[in-house]
T-cell receptor
Framework: DAMVIQNPRYQVTQFGKPVTLSCSQTLNHNVMYWYQQKSSQAPKLLFHYYDKDFNNEADTPDNFQSRRPNTSFCFLDIRSPGLGDAAMYLC?????????????FGDGTRLSIL | GQQLNQSPQSMFIQEGEDVSMNCTSSSIFNTWLWYKQDPGEGPVLLIALYKAGELTSNGRLTAQFGITRKDSFLNISASIPSDVGIYFCAGQGGRFGAGTRLTVKP
């Protein structure tokens, strides 16, 4: 009965080779988030969707893009991954009501860059 | 942006001891959330706080929303080995504290 599912759990890509991470939810939540988490650090918000409205954080590099084709799915595209992009990427969802709502996280995709 | 300062960074305690950690913010928050993250997993919500002064418990965990709305604390009573993990505070805007890494020695 997993509610926020991220695929794959582990992803390896080459330096500069585009990669897409996926997230799906069965909670029917309006808001979906993408976070980057490096080792021993806090999750860092990259962007979020409120329904179809995309909200980018000011310091999110242009290299990171996102798509939300429907309520259930959200994708993170890294156009030209660099070595510094190796991290755990976490997807989360929440109900409407602002970004102070409790978030439900997936178990993340750990991205390695060769 | 809003700064969240979480302390302590890490704690090493004996099983059975009580634990306290806290977060402070540079600005007023409307929500305080406390999460726990186990290795290789996503954070899991422990307690959500919505009103200044609110004190909420979840089993052995108790959290409070500070009166000034700029701080919150989380207490764990009678710690057990499965309490091991990283505890994060969070506020609106998807902002997380740096985390408190808890180690419990049996």
């Amino acid at each position: 009965d997993a509610m926020v599912i991220q695929n794959p759990r582990y992803q390896v890509t080459q330096f500069g080779k585009p990669v897409t991470l996926s997230c799906s939810q069965t909670l029917n939540h309006n808001v979906m988030y993408w976070y980057q988490q490096k080792s021993s650090q806090a999750p860092k918000l990259l962007f979020h969707y409120y329904d179809k409205d995309f909200n980018n954080e000011a310091d999110t590099p242009d290299n990171f893009q996102s798509r939300r084709p429907n309520t259930s799915f959200c994708f993170l595209d890294i156009r030209s991954p660099g070595l510094g992009d190796a991290a755990m990427y976490l997807c989360a969802t929440s109900r409407a009501g602002g970004t102070g709502q409790p978030q439900h996280f997936g178990d993340g995709t750990r991205l390695s860059i060769l | 942006g809003q700064q969240l300062n979480q302390s302590p960074q890490s704690m090493f305690i004996q099983e059975g001891e009580d634990v306290s950690m806290n977060c402070t913010s540079s600005s007023i928050f409307n929500t305080w959330l406390w999460y726990k993250q186990d290795p290789g997993e996503g954070p899991v919500l422990l307690i959500a706080l919505y009103k200044a002064g609110e004190l909420t418990s979840n089993g052995r965990l108790t959290a409070q929303f500070g009166i000034t709305r700029k701080d919150s604390f989380l207490n764990i009573s009678a710690s057990i080995p499965s309490d091991v993990g990283i505890y994060f505070c969070a506020g609106q805007g998807g902002r997380f504290g740096a985390g408190t890494r808890l180690t419990v020695k049996p």
